[in-house]
């Protein structure tokens, strides 16, 4: 397949690769609201149209492609190695907007194409048995082995990956496979077309050439898979004018002429291959990376090459930016290096926080997904959305509400009804991240127990069955970041009965008094501040500094000179394990 120089560099025939792609690493934390500042709002009950990025692209897709009953809004990626999370801001995205022409009352079709017919270039580093794979250079990447052999392919396995993870996620695209679409032929009448357009096709990606660049000698808008030795190390030796081609391959010597309306092994070059399946399947809408929305990048041959050659306007798109990643997904992260996948994201994140962090920041700025304390704020960041979007916070103003809203209504995983009417169910059980990760310590890492001491709780708003599913969620989450991604200082394990710490004989009088005086009465205390007054009247009793007293405390029930605020700690454990584990003093 041929590799385009554009403008002195080099660059790959199909470069929307799953896995190629390095992360932008970026230290910044650019999360924002996700609306333009720069909109003019109206104080209207109507929902306005420039509140929010997705609906913004809805509208100008319709402005631009006419007011249709349905549009088609495409995504895309080649399963050449673990799709991660940069790729799936493409989905995402795609998804936001398909959800936004939908509440304008527009049906539409979400296309994702998997372009498993791309040709297998190079083994990604964080792969298994790389010599064994290596053996499939310059197949078809859906010929390739799955090494992990679960699936019937290399590509099928990385597409599973992606297809099971979605729908948690509340993404339900049409598949579609590209291997299947060639090798059955589907697109011969696409393939004829730039057969016989290609001097205008060679011309149009000249243009964006310099002198020094241009396409020399001859040249073919298709790659041909050798029916022998299935590698795309092959030259056209000759096209009849109609549906017959003739290749040659350098690997094995095969030589054959084949009819393009029953061959299994043609294929256009990216470049055509995108803009003919824009036509194809008629797309409105597809975003795109970067590298694609460069000058003379793909996407703008592809505009020229969709409209002089496939009639069809390109689609409406926007460019959207690199993810930066900051702290570790964890040591089940399926990482190598960089690569953080969907599955990681939403290890720490439930679905709709997920989903929050992309609906709530414009695609077309860099942003970094955070798996280290910045976790904890993501998550009230998002409660506090969740209170406006429920009205049980006010909102600033009508404009901060709608956009609170906007923001809230696009995170949530199964879509609920757009503008300010009451919401679905009931509002989620809302609990801090951080105390949850603490109460999911103490109950060492038991959900089911962490949970029932919930329902059991005096503290706080009741409980009620129907939040039980998502709270369960939250919880997993945030007992695999304790576990797994939280730094060291934040992770404990209480004590079990019978171990003691090493303190001095003042610091065990006063654990002694902190157990007889306040842990005795711990269920007496109205709230966490008179708990707190309660400690520090032990620590004055005792002729002690608080932090002493604290450093003892925490020696005394986990092992560590520093832990949970105490007063809050002592309260969400049960008297009677407090007890024991102070009983030794
Ligand atoms: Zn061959």
């Not at 970067?290 to 409209?307: L, P, R």
């Not at 991604?485 to 171990?499: Q, S, V």
Request: proline share 5%.
């Amino acid at each position: 397949m041929a590799v385009f120089a554009v403008g002195g560099t080099v660059r790959l025939a199909h470069p929307r690769s799953a896995g190629y792609t390095n992360h932008a690493m970026s230290k910044q934390h650019k999360h924002e609201s996700g609306t333009n500042p720069a909109a003019n709002h109206q104080a209207t009950n109507r929902r306005d149209a420039t509140a929010h990025w997705a609906d913004e692209t809805a509208a100008k897709i319709i402005r631009e492609k006419g007011d249709k009953a349905r549009y088609t809004c495409a995504s895309g990626i080649t399963p050449s190695g673990t799709v991660h999370i940069g790729n799936f801001r493409e989905i995402i995205s795609t998804e936001l907007v398909a959800r936004a022409l939908r509440d304008l009352g527009k049906e539409v079709r979400f296309i994702y194409s998997w372009d498993d017919y791309d040709v297998f270039r190079k083994v990604p580093a964080n792969m298994p048995k790389q010599d064994e794979l290596a053996k499939y250079l310059r197949f078809p990447i859906t010929m390739v082995p799955d090494p992990w052999e679960r699936d019937e392919s290399y590509a099928r396995h990385h597409e599973v990956d992606i297809e099971t993870a979605l729908p948690r996620m509340g993404i339900h695209p049409e598949f579609l496979y590209q291997a299947q679409k060639y090798r059955a032929s589907t697109y011969a009448a696409g393939i004829r077309k730039a057969l016989e357009h290609r001097g205008a096709l060679k011309d149009i990606l000249d243009k964006f050439r310099d002198e020094d660049h241009k396409i020399q000698g001859e040249w073919w808008p298709i790659s041909v898979f050798c029916d022998e030795c299935n590698r795309d190390d092959t030259d056209i030796s000759g096209w009849d004018g109609e549906w017959g081609v003739t290749y040659h391959c350098n690997l094995c010597g095969h030589t054959e002429t084949v009819d393009v309306r029953t061959a299994k092994g043609v294929k256009l070059g990216w470049r055509i291959d995108w803009p003919m399946r824009w036509e194809f399947e008629q797309v409105d809408f597809e975003p795109a990376g970067k590298d694609h929305h460069s000058q003379g990048g793909s996407f703008d041959t592809a505009k020229y090459v969709c409209k002089d050659v496939y009639n069809w306007d390109a689609p409406i798109s926007f460019r959207y930016d690199f993810i930066g990643i900051k702290g570790s997904a964890g040591k089940m992260s399926s990482s190598s290096g960089k690569v953080v996948t969907i599955e990681d994201l939403l290890r720490v994140y439930t679905p709709e926080v997920a989903r929050y962090l992309f609906a709530g920041t414009r695609p077309n700025t860099e942003f970094t997904i955070s798996f280290d304390l910045d976790v904890i704020k993501i998550y009230e960041d998002y409660d506090r959305l969740e209170r406006v979007a429920w009205k049980i916070d006010p909102a600033k103003d009508d404009e901060a509400y709608r956009k609170a809203r906007r923001i809230y209504e696009l995170s949530q995983v199964e879509p609920v009804p757009a503008g300010d009417g009451t919401l679905p169910g009931i509002p989620p059980y809302q609990i801090p991240f951080r105390h949850l990760c603490n109460l999911i310590q103490i109950a060492d890492g038991d959900i089911e127990q962490t949970i029932a001491g919930l329902e059991n709780s005096a503290d706080g708003p009741a409980l009620k069955p129907e939040q039980i599913p998502s709270l369960r969620q939250r919880c997993e989450c945030a007992r695999h970041w304790a576990e797994e991604c939280a730094p060291d200082e934040f992770r404990f394990r209480l004590r079990p009965t019978g171990e003691t710490a090493a303190l001095s004989d003042t610091e065990a009088a006063a654990i002694r008094d902190l157990r007889d005086t306040v842990v005795a009465r711990i269920g007496d205390y109205a709230d966490d501040k008179a708990c707190a007054e309660a400690i520090y009247a032990v620590a004055e009793k005792h002729g002690m500094d608080g932090k002493v007293l604290f450093r003892a405390a925490y020696q005394a029930l986990i092992g560590k000179d520093q832990g949970p605020r105490l007063a809050n700690f002592l309260r969400s454990i049960s008297k009677e394990r407090l007890l024991g584990i102070l009983a030794g003093y």
